[in-house]
């Protein structure tokens, strides 16, 4: 199927690992240029070299919570590529915390990530967005939105709230801007590499572990998914071949949900 991406531009926040990568590589595979951002130089420069798209591809470090920094990525992004048809809201990270457990600078702390990380970007790229003829943002979000864990109280909280703002930009930036989003459970990505390293028992290797989190999680497909299946799920509403399709949540979770 040709989604319609030869030549677009596409800006994908956190791109240089997992999820964010992986849609950057797939952004590439339909003829579009990409533009990475994440906060660790070496790292993007590693996603670069990943990618190996040659002048199709442009990174800069850029932490998304700042907004005079996201205010110059796009600034260089209209300079590399003359416009910025595609924005995909993917930066960020999780927080483990129970209620009793997560201190007010920790909600403090989560609501600014989840909400400005959303805020910031879309707010620099909007205008650039609104000059294409297929102006698309998505927004990477979690099943957390509608299903909360008791063990990611401020996370769960905080996803809800970006659904809510979802579904008004998705209001309010029509009929120029099409708003999406896609509803994670589990993705084999950096997080679980990292959990994996931290929590892990000994002997035990990263695929087995993640093999008995998703019997734990009894997810209904017995497995986590991979970065490359959810960023199949991004590229396409990105695309003008979702050109009718605003304010919709798409689950990309191995049917794990419990909310119809
Ligand atoms: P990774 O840790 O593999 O990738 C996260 C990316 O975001 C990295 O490129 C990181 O780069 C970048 N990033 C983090 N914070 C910032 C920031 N403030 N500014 C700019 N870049 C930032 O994780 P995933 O691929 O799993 O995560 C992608 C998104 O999916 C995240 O928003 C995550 O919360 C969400 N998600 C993932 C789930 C999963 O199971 N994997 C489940 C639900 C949601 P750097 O650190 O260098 O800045």
């Given at each position: 199927?040709?989604?319609?991406?030869?030549?677009?531009?596409?800006?994908?926040?956190?791109?240089?690992?997992?999820?964010?990568?992986?849609?950057?590589?797939?952004?590439?595979?339909?003829?579009?240029?990409?533009?990475?951002?994440?906060?660790?130089?070496?790292?993007?420069?590693?996603?670069?070299?990943?990618?190996?798209?040659?002048?199709?591809?442009?990174?800069?470090?850029?932490?998304?919570?700042?907004?005079?920094?996201v205010?110059?990525?796009?600034?260089?992004?209209?300079?590399?590529?003359?416009?910025?048809?595609?924005?995909?809201n993917?930066?960020?990270?999780?927080?483990?915390?129970?209620?009793?457990?997560?201190?007010?600078?920790?909600?403090?702390?989560?609501?600014?990530?989840?909400?400005?990380?959303?805020?910031n970007p879309t707010?620099?790229?909007?205008?650039?967005?609104?000059?294409?003829?297929?102006?698309?943002?998505?927004?990477?979000?979690?099943?957390?939105?509608?299903?909360?864990?008791?063990?990611?109280?401020?996370?769960?909280?905080?996803?809800?709230?970006?659904?809510?703002?979802?579904?008004?930009?998705?209001?309010?930036?029509?009929?120029?801007?099409?708003?999406?989003?896609?509803?994670?459970?589990?993705?084999?990505?950096?997080?679980?590499?990292?959990?994996?390293?931290?929590?892990?028992?000994?002997?035990?290797?990263?695929?087995?572990?993640?093999?008995?989190?998703?019997?734990?999680?009894?997810?209904?497909?017995?497995?986590?998914?991979?970065?490359?299946?959810?960023?199949?799920?991004?590229?396409?509403?990105?695309?003008?071949?979702?050109?009718?399709?605003?304010?919709?949540?798409?689950?990309?979770?191995?049917?794990?949900?419990?909310?119809?």
């Amino acid at each position: 199927m040709d989604l319609g991406l030869a030549g677009r531009v596409a800006v994908v926040t956190g791109g240089s690992s997992g999820i964010g990568l992986a849609t950057a590589r797939r952004l590439l595979d339909d003829g579009a240029r990409v533009v990475i951002c994440g906060r660790d130089r070496a790292r993007l420069d590693a996603a670069v070299a990943a990618l190996g798209a040659g002048d199709s591809v442009h990174a800069e470090a850029c932490d998304v919570l700042d907004a005079g920094a996201v205010d110059k990525l796009a600034a260089a992004a209209v300079a590399r590529f003359g416009g910025v048809d595609i924005l995909v809201n993917n930066a960020g990270q999780a927080r483990l915390s129970t209620f009793a457990s997560t201190l007010d600078a920790d909600w403090d702390a989560e609501l600014r990530l989840k909400f400005f990380s959303v805020i910031n970007p879309t707010r620099a790229f909007l205008p650039h967005l609104q000059a294409s003829d297929n102006g698309a943002i998505v927004v990477v979000n979690s099943l957390l939105a509608r299903q909360p864990e008791p063990h990611m109280v401020c996370t769960s909280a905080a996803r809800a709230g970006v659904q809510n703002l979802v579904k008004s930009l998705s209001v309010e930036l029509a009929p120029r801007v099409r708003v999406n989003s896609i509803l994670i459970g589990t993705v084999n990505s950096g997080q679980w590499e990292r959990r994996y390293k931290e929590r892990a028992p000994a002997g035990v290797s990263y695929a087995d572990w993640l093999a008995g989190l998703a019997r734990e999680k009894h997810i209904p497909l017995e497995r986590f998914g991979e970065p490359e299946e959810t960023a199949a799920a991004i590229v396409f509403l990105a695309s003008p071949a979702a050109g009718f399709i605003t304010g919709a949540a798409l689950e990309v979770a191995g049917g794990v949900s419990r909310f119809a």
